[in-house]
Structure formats: structure tokens, C-alpha cells
Antibody, heavy 116, light 110 residues
Framework: QVQLQESGPGLVKPSETLSLTCAVS?????????WGWIRQPPGKGLEWIGS???????YYNPSLKSRVTISVDTSKNQFSLKLSSVTAADTAVYYC?????????WGQGTLVTVSS | EIVLTQSPGTLSLSPGERATLSCRAS???????LAWYQQKPGQAPRLLIY???SRATGIPDRFSGSGSGTDFTLTISRLEPEDFAVYYC???????????FGPGTKVDIK
């Protein structure tokens, strides 16, 4: 069974960089699939942030592209998200997921609040 | 960029009733790349339907998807108490591989 678990700070100051990691178990990232990040502001809908292939190829939401970096560490079977210059609008539950044409396995999500 | 619109925003129904949720795309979407998710409060979304009409593993057969082109539908034949939730449609653009979600339809108890 594929399992994903997000980790990282729950509070980030405005203008700083949000950093999260997703640890994958039950499946080797090197075996394939894209791996992605999706977020959900409190009380709102889902927004795809970006995806990475095990080879390192990345694709980002055009609206966030200038601030997002997703990377993969196949030796640790995990991938990471960095979102720079955060504001209160970046406060959300951040999910990691295995993505192909659909997101079939999801982490439980982690709330990140942007506040001073 | 494809925009997905879902209607209605909220659907108030009773257990046992039939629910029909709509997802409309701003331009034609490959049926292979249209999916539906269910999300309950405090939980991650769960994949229900992929390829417009195929049920994901473990999804009851009261859930069905249909449609093509720009108009897609999720039908819940008889609502069970656990089906009251928010439902999102999602499309995948293969070149480049970008995801888009609809704004969601909330199915609540009448």
C-alpha cells in the first residue's frame, strides 16, 4: 500500500520560504509516476502546485511558477516543496500525492500558516 | 488554460435520493483525463472516478461517471449517509502535464 506523509514547519513568516517534505513508503519513487503537491486554503477548493517525475522533470502551476521549486531525493524516497516569498494567501493545507493523470494516493495533509 | 466549472455549488438532498453533479470545461477535455474526487471534512480527497467513467478501487457502484467533450456528470444513484461531502472534478492536460480542479459541489443533507 502506497503511503505518503508530509512534514515541515506549521508556521512560516511572511516573505520567507515555505519548505515541506513528503516521505513515500510502499512504492519506490524511482519506479515511475509523477509526484505532486496540491494545496487547499481554509474553506476553499483544491489548487495544484506542481509535479515532479523521478528523473527530476518538473511542471508547475503557471500562477505559482515563479515562486515554486519541487525536488526529489530518490535515495530517501521523498520529494520536497519550496515556496518562496510567502504571504497570508499561501496559508493552506498542503497535500502531497502520487499523480499520473489523476492523484490516486494522497498524504493526510499539513496545515501551514503564514503569519508573523 | 482549461477552466472547470461545477454546478450546482450546493446540492441539498435526502438519503436515498439520486444526486447529479455537473462539471463543464471551457474547452474540450479528453475523457481519459477527467476525474472526480470526494472530500470529507478534515480528510484528504479520495479518488472516485478516473477516465470520466471508471470507478477507482473500492468505490461502490452507486457512483458513476459519464460525459465527453466539455460536459461531464457524476451520479450517485442512492445517497448513503457517508456520501454527504464535497465533490471535485479534475482534468489533466498531458502536454504539458498540468492539473486543473473545479471549484467543487457540496452535497449536504436536506
Amino acid at each position: 500500500q502506497v503511503q505518503l506523509q508530509e512534514s515541515g514547519p506549521g508556521l512560516v513568516k511572511p516573505s520567507e520560504t515555505l519548505s515541506l517534505t513528503c516521505a513515500v513508503s510502499g512504492y519506490s519513487i524511482s519506479s515511475g509516476y509523477y509526484w505532486g503537491w496540491i494545496r487547499q486554503p481554509p474553506g476553499k477548493g483544491l489548487e495544484w502546485i506542481g509535479s515532479i517525475y523521478h528523473s527530476g522533470s518538473t511542471y508547475y502551476n503557471p500562477s505559482l511558477k515563479s515562486r515554486v521549486t519541487i525536488s526529489v531525493d530518490t535515495s530517501k524516497n521523498q520529494f520536497s516543496l519550496k515556496l518562496s516569498s510567502v504571504t497570508a494567501a499561501d496559508t493552506a493545507v498542503y497535500y502531497c500525492a502520487r499523480v499520473a493523470a489523476v492523484a490516486d494516493y494522497w498524504g493526510q495533509g499539513t496545515l501551514v500558516t503564514v503569519s508573523s | 488554460e482549461i477552466v472547470l466549472t461545477q454546478s450546482p455549488g450546493t446540492l441539498s438532498l435526502s438519503p436515498g435520493e439520486r444526486a447529479t453533479l455537473s462539471c463543464r470545461a471551457s474547452q474540450s477535455v479528453s475523457s481519459s483525463y477527467l476525474a472526480w474526487y470526494q472530500q470529507k471534512p478534515g480528510q484528504a480527497p479520495r479518488l472516485l472516478i478516473y477516465g470520466a467513467s471508471s470507478r477507482a478501487t473500492g468505490i461502490p457502484d452507486r457512483f458513476s461517471g459519464s460525459g465527453s467533450g466539455t460536459d461531464f456528470t457524476l451520479t450517485i444513484s442512492r445517497l448513503e449517509p457517508e456520501d454527504f461531502a464535497v465533490y471535485y472534478c479534475q482534468q489533466y492536460g498531458s502536454s504539458p502535464p498540468l492539473f486543473t480542479f473545479g471549484p467543487g459541489t457540496k452535497v449536504d443533507i436536506k
